[in-house]
């Protein structure tokens, strides 16, 4: 049967800062979704990874379906209300326009979306990132499904070995979706060439050569890019199908022990590495690390298991001692160099008045020629 798997996230309310939400503002999002859902969804599940929440829901009406968004919506916009109520801050945050239109693409919460043919058991993972973009997920995705020391499936399987294909998009176009095709192994360093620019070019989604089927699904919005200022990072979600046809869960949980840096951190204008954390996780040193949960699920006649946590075995306290000492280190270097994004990456913020006033003050310093021989 064909089931849609959606996940729609935002930050409408944090205790004490960006830190997390507030147990009233969580128990409203899910009586909305409770209440409202009923009779338009099958399953959901909802949980926070720093201070965003994310709704997973589960439902026969394909993507983008307008009611299944505006329940997101409206629960976000419930939750809202009782941020400002108890004056948490950034009430609202990611509801960037003033009114649903349709769906939630481009009103500010972060969507990935799939409709699947479920299998007779259908495992597939739930990724939800804080204080990073999109991109963060390029790198795990590329060891994933490209890389045969991560994924000894693609040399083992048959149907593996047929690779994917991918759709990539351009993010800093504004007009419209600018999305490219392509296939691996055939055309691995031309997608090497895109995904090493995690501020620009992010994997949409992947899809299986051997079934046609989806395997992954991101969430590509960039919030500045719909609200012409810095709002805050994108922090984005991704759901990954796994076995059978597709990459095992254990292949794609294992990039995230690199802790690879990814833009984010405070104020959304560093590099620090991504650190793989327990579910319900708040965030904490210098607005992070950019943290990312993992729950993974079974979905069964459009049912969900409950969740498992895919980063609270205890390999992971190893990951995140190492992902803490490589922030820390990063910290050190303060704003110089690569520890702060590059100025393309900071046009939102206030680095560019300050350089916009001191470009006047610059000079041309004149050269007096030499004094003639005598």
């Known amino acids: 049967m064909k089931t849609t798997l959606t996940v729609i996230k935002a930050d409408v309310g944090s205790i004490g800062g960006h830190i997390m939400p507030s147990k009233r503002l969580l128990a409203r999002v899910q009586e909305v979704v409770e209440s409202a859902g009923k009779a338009l969804i099958q399953d959901h599940y909802i949980g926070f990874t720093g201070d965003d929440i994310a709704i997973l829901m589960t439902h026969t009406h394909g993507v983008r379906h307008e009611q299944v968004h505006k329940l997101a919506w409206d629960a976000f916009v419930a939750g809202t209300a009782i941020a400002k109520e108890e004056g948490l801050y950034g009430a609202g945050q990611d509801l960037l326009k003033d009114s649903f239109s349709g769906n939630v693409h481009g009103l500010g919460p972060a969507v990935a979306e799939m409709e699947i043919n479920e299998r007779p058991n259908e495992p597939f993972l739930f990724f939800a990132a804080d204080k990073t973009d999109p991109g963060a997920y390029n790198l795990p995705l590329f060891l994933t499904f490209a890389d045969v020391m991560t994924t000894p499936g693609l040399i ?95 292949e794609v949980l294992a ?44 979905v069964h006649g459009t049912k969900l298991t409950e969740p498992a946590d895919c980063f609270a075995h205890p390999l992971w306290d190893e ?31 206030g680095v560019m008045d300050k350089l916009a006033k001191l470009e006047k003050r610059f000079t041309v310093r004149v050269q007096k020629k030499p004094a003639a021989a005598a």
């Open 156 to 250: 083992l399987s048959p149907k593996l070995s047929q690779g994917f294909r991918w759709v990539v998009m351009d993010v800093n176009h504004t007009e419209g979706d600018r999305v490219i095709e392509l296939v691996t192994p055939e055309e691995i360093y031309d997608l090497a060439a895109l995904l090493r620019d995690n501020e620009r070019f992010v994997v949409e989604s992947v899809w299986s050569r051997a079934s046609g089927e989806q395997c992954a699904a991101v969430a590509t919005s960039r919030l500045h890019n719909i609200a012409g200022k810095y709002t805050g990072k994108d922090d984005p979600v991704m759901m990954v199908r796994t076995q059978m046809d597709f990459p095992a869960t254990g």
């Open 255 to 298: 990039p995230y022990a690199i802790g690879h840096f990814v833009a984010g951190g405070m104020r959304g204008s560093h590099n620090m590495p991504l650190m793989p954390v327990a579910l319900n996780t708040p965030t904490s040193y210098f607005d992070g690390p950019p943290l990312v949960s993992c729950a993974a699920f079974c």
């Open 319 to 349: 990951v995140r001692a190492h992902v803490s000492r490589k922030a820390i280190d990063m910290r050190r270097q303060g704003f110089n160099g690569a520890a702060m994004l590059p100025m393309a990456e900071l046009e939102y913020t």
